[in-house]
Every structure is written in C-alpha cells, then in structure tokens.
C-alpha cells in the first residue's frame, strides 16, 4: 500500500517522498499512438477515477502522490488593502440558503468537497471546504495569502473554458467555501490508465494544458504545481476538454521577475527552480515533463542518475528527493529511445516540441504562445478548432469564428476593466460608428424594438443556435460575460465590449480621451486617483454587501498599497496587451462553425 507523502508546509523544505505508480514505458505501438498500459491500482483512493471521486484524486491531490513543496515568501506581505489580521475574508455568508450539501466526495489536506445542488435550480456543484487557521485569534496570514491568491486566480481565470468555473464564495465562523464547476470526466492520467492513447488525443490535452498556462501567463500569475492531478475532464465522452482545477501555489509573477522559495511537486519542478531563482518560464518545464509522460508512460531523465529515478517512479517505489534534483539538474533527456528515434512512432517535430519545453536555460525555453504555435500542436488541431483564430490576424477576422475566444478573453479581465470597457464601448459607438459596425447589425436582430438591451433569454439563444461546442453550463458562462452588472440583460455596450477587437480599438487616436473621460467620470473628488468610496459606488451602488468584491478589485489594482487606484494604474489595467492572444483560448467550433452551407452567417446568430 502506497503511504502518504510527508508536506512540510511553508518551509521551502519537503521530506523525501514516495514515487507514486505510472505506467511503464511503452515496449511497441503503431506509429499513429502512444501505447500506455494501465497501471497497477494498489490503493482504495486510485479504486475510482471518474465521476464526482475526482475530487479525492485532484482538487485535493497532495496526500499519496509525489512530494510536494509548499512555500510562501517570508517577505510577500499581504497587501494593505486584504482585510488583514480579522477572522473574516469579506466573503459571502449562509451557503446552506443557496445550496445543499449532500454526499462527501474527496478528503485531503486542505479540507473536504462536498457534492452539493442548488436550491434554486436544482444543478450540482463541487463544493471545497478549507478549515479556517487562525494563530493568536485572527486569520493565519499564509493560509489567508492562499484563499485569496486562489480565488482571484479563479474569479479571473475560471471564465476561461480551460479553467474550471467558480461559481461563488462562501464563509462561516470555521470555513472557507469554494462552489466550483463540477467536472465528472476524470483526471488526465485515467484517461490513459485505460488503455491506448492516441497521439492525437495527447496533441489536444497538451494543447488545453498550454493554454491554461497561456492565459495565467497573460494575467501575471505563476500556477508552480502544473501536473496532471490538477487538470480534470469536464466530462467522460471523448472530446471532453480538460479544465484546470487548483492554483493553491499560484503567485503573482511578472515577465522578468524572479521568485526564490521553493514549491511544487517535486518531479515537475524547473531546475531554475530547485536553485531558487525561477519565473513564468518554470510552469513550461513542468508542461514539458507533463506532454512527455502523456507520449510516453515515463519521465524523461535517462543516464546513471536519470534512469535510477525514472524506473524507481515507475515502478512505485521509494527514491530520495536529492536524487530528483540531479535527474532534474543534470540528467540527460531520453529522445533517443522508443518512441522516439528512427524506429520510433513520435515524429522528429513532436520531438522538437518537447526539447523546446524541456530546455534547461529559462531563457531559450518555449514560452506558453510559442509553444501553440509550433507545427506538431497546429497540425495535431482538433477539426473544430480550425478557425481563422489560429493567429493573431484573427482580431479582425470573421466575427462568428471566434466570439467564443473574445467572450473568454473578456470574461478574464477585471470586474473594474470590464465596467470601464462597457462605458468607453458606448463612446467608441458614438465617435467611430464604423468599428462597431458588424456589431451593431447583430445586435439589432437582438433588440429589434430598439430598447437598448437584450434580454438574457436571446442572448442564450443566439449562443445555441450558433454551432459552438459548448455545454449547456458553459453556454450559460459564455452569456454572463456579457451582463457586466448583473441586471439579468445585455445592454449595448456590454454587448460591444464583450466582442470588440479591442487591440483595433486601442491604435486610435481617440483611445486615451475615452479613458481618461471614464476615469475622470470615477473620480468624483478629483484628486486623481480613485478611492474605495468612488470603487464601492462604481462596483455596489454604494456600499457592498459582501466586502471582498471590492477588496478583490482593491489587490489586483492597487500596485503600492495605498488604498487608492492612480490614473497610471488605470491606464495599465485598460490597454489589452499582445500576450491575451485570441488564440491562447479555445474557439470551440462545431464541423462547419457557425455559418450556413453557403458561407453566410445565419440571421439570430452570432
């Protein structure tokens, strides 16, 4: 029986830990797939993979599995504007009025998930509950960094389709509750437990596995425990796509920045990394050593100390966690044997892939968009995701091909930024009718009386009918994007700023006047800066019934934490920079996309 792995929490340090099962390398496969043999079940927690017991085996997959590193910077201060040293998070209260807890679904370290239904509509949901630490009577500060940096990572990112969605936030006196997006299909590794996996199946998850990096990447934010564990399939049919489901270690991290505490899980560790000193580029090696044991069955590392750790994992037994670090350091990379090589049935272009995430030097690694873009991910491309989208000549390209990407890529922006977009979108429509044109047309159909608004109902409609691959929960997640404030209808310019092609936007010479004109509006004491009264009346209406709605906003703008957001701030938080590519998010479309047989798209759809 597999014991459970040691964590040390906060401390940089891990004991050494126990290599958890994986499937030996592939001895023979046609050269079209990936042969990985199922591998042994030797614990009651591996007894199921699919169904709600994802949870057990992801959400919470730090307990029996490899060593992870768990570490906060001494020195990363929770930012003045956190709601610092109370007993509280600002959250919402009285999670059992809105829904119902019914069976206990996963148990880890970090707490319980609970199967829940809404009392309203009846849908279920996952629901993680995280035990309040408290240290002298208030709030632990590095168990509050956490909660804090995963949910803002959720709220943002969890409106892209390749992470997982959060529905709400809830708080009592002992815990915190996270009422997440419920996905039945399984973690990554069960898919290929299972049998043959297809090089074109592993092309599709390392594709979702990138851009979820992609898009953390875009927002600053370092995941730094991207393994297959904590990448679940929204479902179990076979194009089901794979969402992200924990950024317990995210931090925030700019292009440049360097980090030093350690954490992670050890075999996915960086070797920039484990010498402390390591940014973005660190959660590419770990997509590398990930995309490599979705082609493969085994790790990389070849050599005397690279093989001894590679057959030691695979073979569950125990290995010392210096030895991964010289695998990881020093080892070289096996491209030489099966499937690779001449007789092997991986291409040289799919080898170069990997050779390029695996690279040592951070410097010449492939970042998260390069890496969508090399040959082997374009040409393994699902058939529906053949869109003009595939570069970023698809900012101005044919509407229909990628309105679910510009819903994703606006669903990830700030609540401030997507109320300010909102306001200078009715600007933009007033002073350069043309760039909204095709828009408006659309819109019309929507809102043939000409009130101003769509109702919700018609959006949700349009969504259906207009050939997309989506569930009915992410059709649903796809119109809320549009209704900025919650009104329960799409106005016009919510409607606009969910689907502009705001990098077109932003080369006009009017780009700054519409900005500035908005703040200006925000500032009511015209100090040049906005405070968290003017925030509160923006976001509320006043004041706001659950206080982290405006702390959120308050974390992720106010750069030297005077409780203020300056003009400059606002400015930076408005451009839409290159990096929130179209083509990090998925388009989702259908055979045949959303036109008609005749090329043209179909009146009432988008």
């Not at 995280?130 to 500060?141: E, I």
């Not at 990138?210 to 990447?217: F, N, P, T, V």
Request: a negative charge; one cysteine or more.
């Amino acid at each position: 029986m597999r014991a459970a792995t040691p964590q040390i929490a906060g401390t940089g340090v891990a004991r050494s830990g126990r290599a958890t099962g994986r499937p030996p390398p592939p001895r023979a496969a046609p050269r079209h797939a990936a042969r990985v043999p199922a591998r042994r079940r030797t614990h009651k927690q591996h007894a199921s993979r699919t169904g709600p017991s994802f949870v057990a085996a992801a959400l919470f997959a730090r307990a029996g599995r490899e060593e992870v590193m768990e570490s906060f910077d001494p020195n990363e201060l929770l930012p003045e504007t956190s709601i610092r040293g109370a007993r509280d998070f600002g959250f919402k209260r009285n999670l059992q009025r809105d829904y119902q807890r019914e069976s206990v679904i996963g148990k880890g370290s970090f707490g319980t998930v609970w199967r829940c239904t809404s009392r309203k509509t009846g849908e279920s949901y996952a629901v993680k509950s995280m035990p309040k630490r408290f240290v002298g009577g208030r709030l632990d500060s590095m168990f509050q960094r956490r909660v804090e940096n995963e949910v803002d990572v959720l709220r943002t990112l969890g409106n892209s389709l390749n992470v997982a969605y959060l529905y709400d936030v809830f708080e009592d006196d002992k815990n915190v509750d996270l009422v997440m997006e419920m996905c039945t299909g399984g973690e990554l590794w069960a898919r290929i437990e299972e049998g043959r996996y297809t090089e074109e199946q592993a092309a599709a998850a390392i594709t979702d596995v990138l851009r979820a990096i992609a898009q953390c990447h875009a927002k600053g934010v370092l995941i730094r425990d991207v393994k297959p564990e904590n990448f679940l399939y929204l479902h179990d049919g076979p194009d089901a796509p794979l969402k992200t489901i924990d950024f317990g270690m995210s931090v925030m991290c700019q292009p440049g920045e360097l980090l030093i505490d350690r954490a992670g899980t050890v075999l996915y560790c960086a070797p920039e990394l484990l010498r402390m000193s390591y940014g973005l580029p660190s959660d590419l090696w770990s997509a590398g050593i990930v995309a490599y044991q979705l082609l493969t069955g085994r790790l990389p590392f070849a050599g005397p100390w690279g093989s001894e750790v590679t057959e030691l994992w695979a073979s569950e037994r125990r290995f010392d966690r210096k030895e991964a670090f010289r695998a990881i350091l020093n080892a070289p990379l096996d491209f030489e044997s099966e499937p690779w090589g001449p007789s092997g049935w991986l291409g040289d272009d799919c080898a170069d892939l990997l050779q390029g995430l695996l690279e040592r030097d951070p410097e010449k690694r492939l970042t998260a968009l390069q890496a969508l873009q090399h040959p082997w991910i374009k040409k393994h491309a699902r058939r529906r995701e053949t869109s003009a989208a595939g570069d970023e000549s698809a900012e101005g390209a044919a509407l229909h091909d990628s309105v679910v990407q510009r819903l994703q890529r606006f669903g990830t922006f700030g609540r401030l930024k997507q109320i300010a977009l909102a306001r200078v979108a009715t600007a933009v429509a007033a002073d350069d009718a043309e760039l909204v044109q095709g828009l408006t047309e659309i819109f019309r159909e929507l809102d043939p009386e000409g009130k101003g608004y769509a109702q919700y109902r018609d959006v949700l409609a349009a969504l259906r009918g207009a050939g997309f691959d989506l569930s009915e929960s992410e059709v649903q997640q796809m119109a809320l994007q549009m209704d900025v404030d919650h009104d329960g209808r799409v106005e016009y310019g919510e409607w606009l700023a969910s689907l502009l092609d705001w990098h077109e936007v932003q080369k006009s010479g009017h780009w700054r006047e519409w900005t500035s004109r908005f703040f200006d509006q925000m500032d009511a004491d015209h100090d040049g800066t906005i405070g968290r009264e003017e925030l509160g009346e923006l976001l509320c209406g006043g004041t706001c019934p659950v206080p982290d709605e405006l702390e959120g906003v308050m974390r992720e703008l106010d750069r030297d934490r005077d409780g203020r957001i300056s003009a400059e701030d606002f400015q930076a938080m408005m451009l839409t920079s290159s990096v929130d590519a179209l083509e990090i998010f998925p388009p989702r479309l259908s055979q045949g996309g959303a036109e008609g047989g005749d090329g043209r798209r179909r009146k009432g759809k988008l």
